[in-house]
């Protein structure tokens, strides 16, 4: 029983021309017992930026609740959007503060740059970040998701 | 142990909970209600050890309280008060966790009859119908065929009687008294109770 697999949920995050997809589950489980079929994973912070949050429902919560507070104040000071680049490396930061006790969430975020360039990034749960140019998963069947 | 359900329906919610306080092996108490009124139209159904439930419970129903004296009379809405507890029990979750399972249901004139599941480790999901513990085995599959939309309050409460009527037959645990409740646009109510929660 690990915790990152105890609600369950599969991530996928992918990069076209000039465009980024992403698309994850419904499901929230409690190991084998299916709760709820809406639950929502990936969350839009902007027009051109979308976190997918993979791991502990209750963690999936609160790293948005955190995600959402740290944009608006960003907003606030800078008075200009969040770019998904900024984004990530506030999150990779977020969660390797809590390094010795860590959110229970491996995000993927997938956006455009300013020039409507495709970003996507993922890391792990302490916010070791990967950044590709063509797809990022995330979750209990990566190994699906990646083709096995 | 605990056994708690909820099920919605059109212009309000239904929770019930088994009655029994028990550790090891011994029953200490078969009248305790486990579903208690945070606000006049809202009302949670709290399950795991006793001193968790009270304590955690409590704790929401005097803060909510609190607001309501503090913003000038101004209720929270259900919404509003389910993330709350989700928030409270987050915070605690790394310090000193609360092992409690919750179903709060509540009433808005907007939203109508809502039902929130909130798990220990704070994972919060509005549902239309839900189940904390084993119960869930033996009556998820039963609501599952039984709810629908547009429901009326007597078709819900059938459906309660439904699974607990499952929980008498197949669960191993004895759980001879439920309480059920039921919040609408009048307020939280009791439906029945196996025995008086106010008896000595």
Same mark, same amino acid.
């Given at each position: 029983?690990?915790?990152?697999?105890?609600?369950?949920?599969?991530?996928?995050?992918?990069?076209?021309?000039?465009?980024?997809?992403?698309?994850?589950?419904?499901?929230?489980?409690?190991?084998?017992?299916?709760?709820?079929?809406?639950?929502?994973?990936?969350?839009?912070?902007?027009?051109?930026?979308?976190?997918?949050?993979?791991?502990?429902?209750?963690?999936?919560?609160?790293?948005?609740?955190?995600?959402?507070?740290?944009?608006?104040?960003?907003?606030?000071?800078?008075?200009?959007?969040?770019?998904?680049?900024?984004?990530?490396?506030?999150?990779?930061?977020?969660?390797?503060?809590?390094?010795?006790?860590?959110?229970?969430?491996?995000?993927?975020?997938?956006?455009?740059?300013?020039?409507?360039?495709?970003?996507?990034?993922?890391?792990?749960?302490?916010?070791?970040?990967?950044?590709?140019?063509?797809?990022?998963?995330?979750?209990?069947?990566?190994?699906?998701?990646?083709?096995? | 142990?605990? *056994?708690?359900? /909820?099920? @919605?329906?059109?212009?309000?919610?239904?929770?019930? +909970? $088994?009655?029994? #306080?028990?550790?090891?092996?011994?029953?200490?108490?078969?009248?305790?209600?486990?579903?208690? *009124?945070?606000? /006049?139209? @809202?009302?949670?159904?709290?399950?795991?050890?006793? +001193? $968790?439930?009270? #304590?955690?419970?409590?704790?929401?129903?005097?803060?909510?309280?609190?607001?309501?004296?503090?913003?000038?009379?101004?209720?929270?809405?259900?919404?509003?008060?389910?993330?709350?507890?989700?928030?409270?029990?987050?915070?605690?979750?790394?310090?000193?966790?609360?092992?409690?399972?919750?179903?709060?249901?509540?009433?808005?004139?907007?939203?109508?009859?809502?039902?929130?599941?909130?798990?220990?480790?704070?994972?919060?999901?509005?549902?239309?119908?839900?189940?904390?513990?084993?119960?869930?085995?033996?009556?998820?599959?039963?609501?599952?065929?039984?709810?629908?939309?547009?429901?009326?309050?007597?078709?819900?409460?059938?459906?309660?009687?439904?699974?607990?009527?499952?929980?008498?037959?197949?669960?191993?645990?004895?759980?001879?008294?439920?309480?059920?409740?039921?919040?609408?646009?009048?307020?939280?109510?009791?439906?029945?109770?196996?025995?008086?929660?106010?008896?000595?």
């Amino acid at each position: 029983m690990s915790i990152l697999e105890y609600n369950g949920g599969a991530m996928i995050a992918m990069a076209g021309k000039d465009c980024v997809g992403i698309a994850s589950d419904n499901r929230l489980g409690i190991q084998l017992q299916t709760v709820a079929t809406d639950f929502r994973k990936v969350f839009g912070l902007n027009d051109k930026l979308f976190v997918g949050l993979a791991g502990l429902a209750s963690d999936v919560q609160t790293v948005h609740q955190i995600l959402k507070f740290r944009q608006d104040l960003y907003e606030l000071r800078e008075e200009r959007e969040m770019t998904p680049s900024v984004l990530s490396n506030l999150l990779s930061n977020l969660l390797y503060e809590k390094r010795f006790g860590p959110y229970f969430v491996e995000p993927i975020v997938a956006g455009l740059t300013k020039e409507n360039k495709p970003f996507l990034s993922g890391m792990d749960l302490i916010g070791a970040p990967v950044y590709t140019d063509d797809f990022v998963v995330s979750g209990t069947c990566t190994g699906n998701l990646y083709g096995m | 142990m605990d *056994s708690v359900l /909820g099920v @919605t329906y059109k212009g309000g919610v239904i929770l019930a +909970a $088994d009655q029994g #306080n028990a550790r090891s092996i011994l029953m200490y108490q078969k009248n305790l209600d486990k579903i208690t *009124s945070l606000s /006049g139209h @809202t009302a949670l159904a709290c399950s795991g050890p006793h +001193a $968790d439930v009270v #304590n955690f419970s409590e704790f929401i129903a005097k803060n909510i309280k609190l607001y309501e004296f503090s913003k000038d009379g101004t209720v929270l809405s259900t919404h509003a008060q389910a993330n709350y507890c989700r928030n409270e029990l987050a915070k605690a979750l790394r310090k000193g966790p609360y092992q409690v399972n919750n179903l709060l249901g509540g009433f808005d004139k907007k939203a109508g009859g809502s039902l929130y599941f909130l798990d220990y480790l704070a994972s919060l999901q509005k549902v239309n119908f839900g189940a904390q513990g084993y119960c869930g085995h033996f009556c998820l599959s039963i609501m599952d065929r039984d709810w629908k939309e547009g429901l009326t309050k007597d078709e819900a409460v059938e459906i309660i009687k439904h699974c607990i009527n499952e929980i008498h037959t197949r669960f191993l645990i004895a759980q001879p008294n439920f309480i059920i409740k039921n919040i609408d646009a009048n307020g939280v109510e009791i439906v029945s109770f196996g025995e008086d929660p106010a008896s000595a």
